[in-house]
């Protein structure tokens, strides 16, 4: 058994270390991360945060086939959440065969203690979804305990793939970590504080062992899908992070890094070595899946750097998110491989549709904004760029469910006259240090207008660090070589 106490546990040597479901959605990834979380902890102390398993496909992953065996509970006589179970047991059942090898009586006891637990869980399960169909109603808190069963059958076994591997570590399950009362409605900073501090305990507990820790944590008021979305694993990282005040917060994921835009659309698209966070959080919402803002808010606010890891190539630099990127990247060795130009990284943001309201009121345009807001919010439409004056607003609203468009649609011509755009993308320029840049909008356009690219509508980020317009959709894929190329490469124009 390797002996984790020969490492000396001072807290900013502490790295937190999260790994997506496709990471581990194998036996042959679950071993490869095995091995990271060795390599690592020979280095330094390290905590494992796991999301539950999944293929390369997020709509046959755990997590997914569970959401729609809840589904199916509530669908009149259907018995197929049933058999959704089984699926996930005898896949995860097979794992544990797989990735535990049957070389000694002890990884052999090992193997059988772990696929008893996993059948255990799945049976638990499949009466709870009984219940749940008998009296035809799952609650908020039914939802999270049948969502939690995927991070827990994930931790399980690789808690169990460690120790078969003579590593120390111990299965972390936080389904019960809130013990206290929070309102739904309000979840403020001293709920995410709160959480962090409790995390911080119980991880403490584990002593001189690995933690290997479910991205679940409950009981969430409201839900944790409701409360806080997918990305739950990532901010339960982070909050450890936060409690244990470490030095490092990784993110495992299939790719890299954070690159200049999306390789498969740009190929000259470059790695980033360093990022700010309130790039990487504009590059989120325009398109890009870097990291929550909600997660990276947490450990950034504290100072504690974030850094992207390709879970496949964990030999790579990968990326890091820290306020003092561009400073961290003069001092990198190869910086100067790589100079940012008009920007740090471009990204196309799909299915959008654009709205153009003028109001028919005008003595009343004083409510006329409050009054469109005030719809979109009761159909749960979020705007994403907007273009206003004092009686006309061009919005950029984007994968927005066509039925609740209608209906908004229906009450917004009380107020005026409407269009609506379809088939439209938003692209976006993102950079920290274009503020302080003279012409980066005017060149953005240029090459646009180069390449016969028409703008529809255009809004800069009260941040300052993003330029967004919104083109056709036909036209995104040539919009995008082009200004990632000859705006932020800074290459010649054709």
Not at 44 to 60: C, D, F, G, H, W
Not at 71 to 81: A, C, G
Not at 131 to 136: G, L, R, V
């Amino acid at each position: 058994m390797l002996d984790n106490s020969l490492i000396e546990t001072k807290p900013e040597d502490l790295v937190v270390q999260k790994f997506g479901g496709t990471s581990v959605g194998t036996a042959e990834r679950m071993l490869n991360v095995a091995k990271i979380v060795s390599n690592t902890i020979k280095e330094r102390p390290t905590i494992v945060v796991l999301s539950a398993m999944s293929s390369q496909k997020k709509s046959e992953g755990t997590t997914s086939r569970l959401i729609q065996a809840m589904n199916e509970v509530l669908t009149p006589e259907s018995k197929k959440f049933l058999d959704i179970v089984d699926l996930i047991q005898t896949s995860h059942i097979k794992t544990a065969e797989l990735a535990i090898p049957q070389d000694s009586e002890e990884n052999k006891k090992i193997c059988e203690e772990l696929q008893k637990d996993i059948t255990e869980e799945c049976e638990n399960i499949k009466k709870f979804m009984k219940a749940a169909e008998i009296i035809d109603e799952i609650s908020p808190r039914s939802n999270d305990i049948i969502i939690s069963t995927g991070e827990k059958l994930a931790a399980r076994t690789l808690t169990s793939v460690l120790i078969s591997q003579g590593i120390d570590a111990e299965y972390v399950n936080l389904e019960r970590l809130i013990e206290k009362e929070f309102d739904e409605s309000n979840i403020t900073q001293s709920f995410y504080d709160y959480i962090a501090e409790r995390l911080g305990e119980v991880t403490k507990a584990c002593g001189k062992k690995v933690p290997v820790v479910t991205g679940y944590f409950g009981p969430v008021p409201g839900s944790i899908l409701q409360t806080i979305g997918r990305g739950y694993t990532d901010l339960t990282a982070a909050l450890i992070a936060v409690g244990r005040k470490a030095g490092e917060l990784q993110i495992w994921k299939e790719v890299d890094g954070i690159f200049t835009a999306d390789p498969r659309k740009a190929p000259k698209a470059r790695l980033l070595s360093y990022i700010t966070p309130e790039e990487a959080a504009e590059l989120t919402y325009y398109g890009s899946e870097v990291i929550h803002p909600t997660t990276m808010e947490q450990v950034i606010r504290v100072n504690i750097p974030i850094r992207i890891k390709n879970t496949f190539k964990p030999e790579g630099f990968g990326t890091v998110i820290t306020p003092d990127a561009y400073e961290r990247e003069k001092k990198k060795e190869d910086s100067k491989k790589f100079t940012r130009r008009n920007g740090t990284a471009v990204t196309i943001k799909d299915d959008v549709t654009i709205v153009n309201i003028h109001s028919n009121r005008k003595s009343l345009s004083y409510g006329f904004m409050s009054n469109v807001f005030a719809i979109l919010s009761r159909y749960g439409i979020s705007v994403d760029l907007i273009s206003t004056s004092e009686v006309h607003i061009s919005m950029a609203l984007a994968n927005v469910q066509s039925k609740d468009l209608e209906r908004a649609l229906k009450e917004l011509k009380k107020f005026g006259n409407v269009q609506i755009t379809t088939d439209m993308s938003i692209l976006s320029l993102v950079g920290k240090q274009m503020k302080n840049l003279v012409g980066t909008a005017g060149r953005m356009f240029t090459i646009l207008a180069a390449h016969n690219v028409n703008i529809e509508m255009i809004s800069q980020g009260a941040s300052e660090i993003n330029i967004s317009c919104v083109i056709s959709a036909d036209s995104a894929p040539v919009a995008l070589r082009a200004v990632h190329d000859e705006c932020v490469l800074g290459l010649p124009m054709f």
